[in-house]
């Protein structure tokens, strides 16, 4: 039987994404093995599926003494298993697979780049880090895979060739289905849950509270905004490494109209049940929560950055603000907030748009590119 390998820095990306590319490979009859850490947990689920997993030590800082034997345990698993085709993603684990499965003279290789670490506005020590590796990885590359305009042109930059061995992607694809709330609760679940009235806005954050995801800039001008809109109340959703700095600045700030609800696994629910969706990463690739926000029909307010940008269409979809722009964030907000009318007109609009990002349209465009390179 024919094999496929999925691998990643940790089994929660695979599972969080790549399941239906592993169901499609199955019903083709072929055997799918992956491989990652179970750090973060959710290896049970793909392995539900009847994917076979093989843990191995990946650690995500590229220079980490963990990643030899991680390394080694990569050999290990080439050396007693061949793989016709390896579908690689996240960048340290992605390098290391890569290598490895050349020199042990693997099947074709698939990288998918979720947002390339070197970007227009990151830093030098980002530049030296991890351009000269992909520029090193790609001549053990068989086809690069991009989800946004600016790595397409990156792509290009590392020597691949559109449509040759270079293929834009619509990101990994959202299941349209998924976001047809049905919600017994009604749809003010969360405003009651929150015990808020019917009529306040509900601004949601879908994201790991992180200083990449900087939730410190809507904090930072989250005052200005609620004295001149004071029915509008800001949903963070998740948790990170911030989470302690963020209830300690709240705190220490007296912020009121903000609410953390941490862990959860009905974000479709929450998503339906909010009025806006914001985002205001440093760096994306192609950012899923807005993908979710926009398949329910909520307007977007997302600083103007690689992936976001390519979502955002900017007074159609909604706004986008440039980083640390706080005058634009403060304005787009309130203006949003206090009408309904255009907060209706951009959500019907991102509900148009996402159509394309669907997970049957970027289905079968992965379709092709695996067909083409089997």
């Known amino acids: 039987m024919k094999k496929i390998l999925f691998g990643a820095s940790v089994y929660q990306h695979l599972t969080a994404f790549h399941r239906p ?35 191995i030590d990946f650690e995500r800082l590229p220079l980490s003494r963990r990643n030899i034997n991680a390394y080694k345990q990569l050999k290990k698993l080439f050396s007693t298993h061949y793989f ?44 030296l880090a991890f351009y000269p590796a992909e520029k090193l990885a790609a001549k053990w590359t068989d086809a690069l895979i991009v989800m946004n305009k600016e790595d397409f042109i990156s792509g290009e930059r590392l020597g691949f060739k559109k ?18 709330v049905n919600n017994p609760e009604g749809d003010n679940f969360l405003k009651t849950e929150l015990k808020l009235e019917n009529d ?20 930072e001008n989250w005052g200005s905004i609620i004295s001149k809109a004071q029915n509008v109340h800001l949903v963070f959703v998740g948790k990170g490494p911030d989470e302690e700095k963020i209830k300690t600045f709240i705190n220490e700030h007296d912020i009121s109209n903000v609410h953390l609800l941490g862990y959860r696994t009905d974000v ?27 398949a329910v029909g909520k307007p977007i307010i997302s600083t103007n950055i690689r992936g976001s940008a390519d979502l955002v269409s900017n007074e159609q979809t909604g706004f986008l603000v440039d980083l640390d722009d706080s005058e634009n964030l403060i304005k787009s907000i309130i203006e949003l907030a206090e009408n309904e009318e255009m907060r209706y007109e951009f959500g019907h609009n991102a509900k148009i748009k996402i159509e394309k990002y669907s997970i049957n349209n970027v289905l079968k465009d992965m379709e092709n590119i695996y067909s083409k390179l089997l």
């Not at 449509?163 to 047809?180: A, P, Q, S, T």
């Not at 200083?211 to 904090?219: D, E, P, S, Y």
């Open 268 to 294: 479709p629910k929450i998503i339906s049940a909010s009025d806006i969706i914001t985002l205001v990463s440093k760096q994306e690739g192609l950012p899923r929560c807005l993908m979710e926000g926009m």
């Open 200 to 219: 306040a806005v509900l601004i949601t954050c879908v994201a790991e509270l992180s200083k990449r995801k900087n939730q410190f800039f809507l904090l």
């Open 21 to 55: 590319f592993m169901k499609w490979f199955q019903e083709k009859g072929y055997e799918v093995h992956a491989v990652g850490s179970n750090s973060l947990g959710r290896k049970a689920e793909i392995e539900e599926m009847g994917v076979i997993c093989h843990d």
């Open 163 to 180: 449509n040759e061995d270079l293929f834009f992607v619509n990101g990994v694809g959202v299941d349209l289905k998924e976001y047809k």
């Open 84 to 127: 016709d085709l390896i579908h690689v993603h996240t960048p340290t684990a992605s390098f290391l697979i890569r290598y490895a499965a050349k020199k042990a003279q693997q099947g074709k290789i698939v990288y998918t780049a979720h947002g390339f670490h070197f970007f227009k506005g990151s830093s030098t020590k980002n530049w």
